[in-house]
């Protein structure tokens, strides 16, 4: 675990490398530093809420960089010719250009670079996983022998978007004359929205159906607060109302009324597809339906999108838990133990079958949720739900496990150990064990073809089987990520577009 340091220091730190980076530009007669310099820079950390405080606040843990910090981080980039940092990002974001608008102090025209191919910087330089993306290819951190200490590439993003929304710079994208033809788009979340932009930029009308009262999908719904404030996700949605994009929130496809009246009756000329994978899986033990079982989804549902922290204010109630154990390995898993802390559990556990190589959740993820005081237990997994006369969770029966031989997805699996069954007393079980796809659309649409998995079936540009049907992001790609389900919506945007520009 890093030693906690606290925005103040950062914030001296970074002055004083400034003044020292500055120092070395102005010594220099071309006005530049070399690469050796550059690689010398020292990495700047994010600031962050002092973990004890933080665990029991729902406020944005990460601080963002200040103007300095941002300043000194774009000095680390090397400018490398042939870019690996693009291709490593789903939506081929133009970094090094927009790097070097940072490093000027531009960051107006920094953000407007970004938004060449991604709308929504504030989002993902929030969430997206880019260790494995654009960080992960960069050239600073290979040359270092650190993946960590790459060039802090989503930091910066971050930095970025956020300077213009906060000074007001925020610029409404410009839209082609209207063409006459209208596109519903199913699902609200990062695939819907991006859909919904560029189909809207080009001139066409844009409908949203989103099932819930908000839209976002499992950026309202399912990443914290304390991870993607929701002001931010509904400043992006505003952007696309500004472009004339229409929402109707409220409206479940499949039931409130079927694609094919959409596509049949109401006039629409094309419909994309992006209703994700928000449907739990379960463990299927004895025990899963007493009173004190959720699925992450559930317990992060009614935290996230009712706010059911705030007490005074909310309607939905909570269910009071003391002890908390949360089963799973993932990200959905971490989110859940850390809202825990935040809703007045005093002691919160992740039981996990395999080990911590390999648990799926971004190492950063880990560690904050260690620092935040939540325990992990390997090599166990529930087998049956305890519970006390009135039906209410007392404890969890669990086996303990070993590894074996690695399974299809190239880990090493858990094999159980017999006769190890023990108990752990905890008020309430998290069950985190990942989605699947929603079934409803496949179910009430004749001829959508689907695989085994129940996702629906998209060709590269996101065409399914269906003529004038699109889909893309989580309901075709099983649980992925952000930027993963932009990305598909910009490709079947273009499709979509280039279908209706003949139509
Ligand atoms: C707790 C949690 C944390 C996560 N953390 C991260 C992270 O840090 N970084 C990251 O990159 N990814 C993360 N993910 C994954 C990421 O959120 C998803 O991959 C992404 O949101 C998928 O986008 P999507 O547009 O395909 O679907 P979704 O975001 O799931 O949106 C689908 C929308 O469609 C609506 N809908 C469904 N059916 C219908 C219907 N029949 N009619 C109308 N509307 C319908 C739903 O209500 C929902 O609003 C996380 C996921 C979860 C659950
Ligand atoms: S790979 Fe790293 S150093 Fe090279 S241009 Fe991209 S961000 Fe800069």
């Not at 990460?62 to 000194?72: R, S």
């Not at 928000?278 to 463990?283: D, R, S, T, V, W």
Request: charge should be neutral; hydrophobic fraction near 40%; include cysteine.
């Amino acid at each position: 675990m890093s030693e906690y340091i606290s925005p103040e220091t950062l914030q001296e730190q970074a002055v004083t490398e400034l003044h020292r980076i500055e120092k070395l530009l102005s010594s220099n007669t071309d006005g530049t530093i070399t690469p050796k310099d550059r690689m010398a820079i020292p990495q700047q950390e994010m600031p962050v809420q002092e973990p004890t405080i933080r665990a029991h606040n729902t406020q944005e843990v990460a601080l963002g960089y200040t103007k300095e910090q941002a300043l000194v981080e774009a000095q680390r980039c090397l400018q490398c010719k042939n870019q690996p940092c693009v291709t490593g990002c789903p939506v081929n974001v133009p970094i090094p250009q927009f790097i070097t608008q940072v490093a000027r102090g531009n960051f107006k025209e920094a953000v407007d670079i970004i938004k060449t191919t991604n709308l929504l910087p504030a989002i993902c330089g929030r969430v997206c996983p880019q260790e494995k993306q654009c960080q992960g290819k960069c050239t600073v951190g290979i040359a270092l022998k650190n993946p960590e200490k790459a060039v802090s590439i989503g930091r910066l993003e971050r930095f970025v978007s956020d300077y213009e929304r906060e000074h007001n710079l925020q610029t409404v994208p410009e839209v082609a004359a209207e063409t006459g033809k209208k596109v519903a788009v199913i699902g609200s979340g990062p695939a819907g929205l991006t859909v919904a932009a560029d189909v809207r930029r080009a001139g066409h009308t844009v409908v949203v159906f989103e099932a819930f009262h908000k839209t976002g999908g499992v950026m309202v719904y399912g990443i914290p607060e304390f991870r993607l404030p929701k002001s931010i996700v509904s400043a992006e949605i505003e952007m696309l109302k500004k472009m004339g994009v229409q929402f109707r929130e409220n409206f479940l496809v499949g039931r409130t009324g079927t694609l094919n009246q959409l596509l049949q009756e109401q006039g629409f000329d094309a419909a994309f597809i992006g209703t994700g994978a928000g449907l739990p899986k379960f463990l299927n033990i004895p025990g899963e339906n007493f009173i004190g079982v959720f699925s992450a989804n559930e317990y992060l549902t009614r935290a996230n999108l009712m706010k059911a922290y705030d007490t005074a204010h909310a309607d939905t109630p909570l269910y009071p838990a003391k002890h908390v154990i949360i089963v799973g390995g993932g990200n959905v898993a971490m989110d859940a133990a850390r809202t825990a802390y935040r809703l007045g559990a005093e002691q919160v556990t992740v039981i996990y079958r395999r080990t911590r190589n390999e648990m799926p959740a971004r190492r950063e993820e880990i560690a904050h949720a260690e620092e935040e005081g939540v325990i992990f237990r390997f090599l166990e997994n529930p087998v049956e739900v305890l519970a006390d006369s009135e039906g209410r969770v007392c404890g969890i029966k669990a086996l303990s496990y070993e590894l074996g031989e690695p399974d299809a997805s190239g880990r090493r699996s858990p094999v159980a150990i017999p006769g190890s069954e023990h108990d752990i007393p905890c008020d309430a079980l998290i069950v985190a064990l990942g989605n699947e796809s929603s079934p409803l659309l496949q179910k009430t649409t004749q001829g959508l073809a689907v695989d085994k998995k129940g996702h629906i079936i998209a060709d590269e540009q996101g065409k399914t089987s269906l003529p004038k049907v699109w889909a893309g992001g989580d309901i075709v790609l099983g649980a992925a990520t952000v930027i993963l389900a932009m990305g598909e919506g910009r490709k079947a945007a273009a499709s979509i577009n280039a279908y209706l520009k003949q139509a």
